[in-house]
């Protein structure tokens, strides 16, 4: 295991250290030890990142396409290069595996390549009028962002808070979790590294509502984007409604899963179980509720039973490990009490349920089934590795089921009915649904929910436009 990184604030391309600062520790979710202290932003670091986000901005958006281009691609190299050690910081705060944070990792340099070219995409367009006047239609970088990222992904989310932004002409003000912070610093460091201005990507850390209050209060910041709960999502939207901020919010899911009796069984067993237990289940897009056609149930149950059981839970450091310790004490804690909520209401346990060991923050593979639907674990994302398994009457039942909830990020669907594929696209209400697969993750697609899961896109042409604003400019 290597050295932890140094973690500091990088403010106007400085890194400011803990000398005359308070500290936060950072613990080993493995063991529940401190690991390093971060240093907080004091109320000056704060005004003098807006400052240099003003003049970054000034001087990022009157940089060339093809200069930003190479800046990025630059950046996402350092980002590769890097990846090793990233990755063991990575793991050594937030607990996954190693090859799953190098995996992640890998994933944001390829969503910084996407970015990259973009830059070069950023078209606007002309209306001719047959009698000589002209419109253009122009994109304009919609000015410096504050992103706020998650801990469930330290890099990748990270990225999605800087990646657009800087493709658009943005100047970015990031604050990665405080309980994860050395990923995201580390990505930071590459692109100043590979050339991005100081003034125009910055870092800070402290206690996530102050930090937040302080730079929304601020008119120098025009576009708020956050990953997390819903209910700080809703918070920051009302602080960014104060001075109509632009907003990208990417927030909780409860993923439905309809598998049908048509569908290949097997390998619906094999990608969502793998899919489920990933990060043990610190995934916004984690599938949760599994809605299972009565006649083919008892088969995915058993068959979901044997894989959570087989699923080597341990630190994220050990060779052959798939499932790591949960990122923090509020992960178990949360679980026990939804979990012994369904058992009082009459869901079966049918694995799992439990924490393992006295030592950090594990928690068994859990499965749940027959699961009351005003359970609150059915309602409330569990954010842990726990799948909720019911028999159900049919397709009706299943997208009744689906659209229960006001949360719409990601749905699964496992069928072969063509038909039956093209009627779930038109109604399961979702930002993302992946039918007959896992994935609901590319660069050039984009990524996002509706209702209480957010809005705005992050990834693909529109997680670019979504930090633009549109210009009319009209020609006699
Ligand atoms: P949370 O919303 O309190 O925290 C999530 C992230 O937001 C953290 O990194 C935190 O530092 C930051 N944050 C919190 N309050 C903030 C504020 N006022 N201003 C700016 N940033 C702020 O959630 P949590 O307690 O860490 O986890 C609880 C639930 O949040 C989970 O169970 C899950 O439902 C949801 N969550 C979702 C995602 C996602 O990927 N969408 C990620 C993490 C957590």
Avoid at 150 to 164: D, H, Y
Avoid at 210 to 235: D, M, N, Q, Y
Avoid at 239 to 256: C, N, Q
Wanted: with cysteine; proline share 6%.
């Amino acid at each position: 295991m290597s050295t932890h990184p140094d973690l500091h604030l990088l403010v106007g391309g400085e890194k400011l250290d803990a000398s005359g600062r308070d500290t936060l520790d950072v613990l080993d979710p493995a063991t529940g030890e401190a690991i390093a202290a971060l240093p907080k932003a004091t109320g000056d670091d704060l005004d003098r990142a807006l400052d240099s986000a003003v003049r970054g901005f000034r001087e990022w958006r009157r940089t060339g396409a093809d200069k930003r281009e190479a800046i990025l691609r630059k950046g996402a190299q350092n980002i590769r290069d890097r990846a090793g050690e990233i990755a063991q910081a990575l793991t050594r705060e937030q607990g996954k595996p190693v090859p799953e944070a190098t995996g992640e990792t890998l994933y944001s340099a390829m969503l910084l390549e996407f970015y990259a070219g973009e830059c070069k995409r950023l078209y606007g367009r002309t209306l001719v009028r047959p009698e000589g006047s002209r419109v253009e239609v122009q994109q304009h970088p919609v000015g410096p962002v504050a992103g706020f990222a998650a801990w469930n992904f330290p890099s990748l989310n990270v990225m999605r808070k800087i990646g657009g932004p800087l493709a658009a002409g943005c100047s970015v003000i990031v604050k990665p979790s405080e309980e994860t912070p050395a990923a995201g610093l580390m990505i930071a460091q590459a692109l100043l590294d590979a050339g991005v201005p100081g003034d125009v990507l910055q870092v800070v850390f402290g206690v996530p509502d102050e930090v937040s209050r302080h730079l929304l209060a601020s008119p120098v910041i025009r576009k708020v984007t956050f990953t997390g709960s819903t209910a700080v999502g809703k918070h920051l939207s009302k602080l960014a409604a104060e001075d109509l901020k632009v907003t990208t919010m990417e927030l909780g899911g409860h993923g439905p899963v309809l598998v049908f009796r048509d569908a290949d069984i097997d390998t619906a067993l094999d990608t969502m179980a793998a899919n489920k237990f990933r990060n043990a289940g610190q995934v916004c897009v984690s599938p949760t509720r599994f809605l299972v056609e009565e006649d083919v149930f008892e088969k995915f149950r058993d068959g979901f039973v044997e894989r959570a059981e087989a699923i080597k839970v341990g630190n994220g450091f050990e060779k052959g490990v798939q499932m790591g310790p949960m990122a923090n004490d509020r992960g178990p804690d949360g679980l026990a009490a939804k979990i012994g909520d369904a058992k009082d209401m009459g869901a079966k346990l049918l694995t799992g349920g439990e924490r393992i060991g006295n030592q950090g923050y594990f928690h068994a593979p859990t499965v749940l089934s027959e699961v009351p639907t005003d359970a609150e674990i059915m309602n409330e994302e569990p954010f842990g590795p726990v799948a909720l398994i019911n028999p159900m009457a049919g397709e009706d039942a299943m997208i009744e089921e689906a659209n229960r909830l006001p949360y719409g990020l990601a749905a699964y669907a496992w069928t072969n009915d063509p038909a039956r594929r093209r009627r779930l696209a038109a109604e399961v209400e979702a930002g993302m649904l992946a039918i007959n697969t896992g994935g609901v993750s590319a660069v050039d697609a984009p990524f996002g929910g509706v209702q209480w899961s957010g809005h705005g896109m992050e990834d693909g042409a529109e997680g670019v436009a979504a930090c633009m604003v549109t210009k009319t400019v009209h020609e006699g």
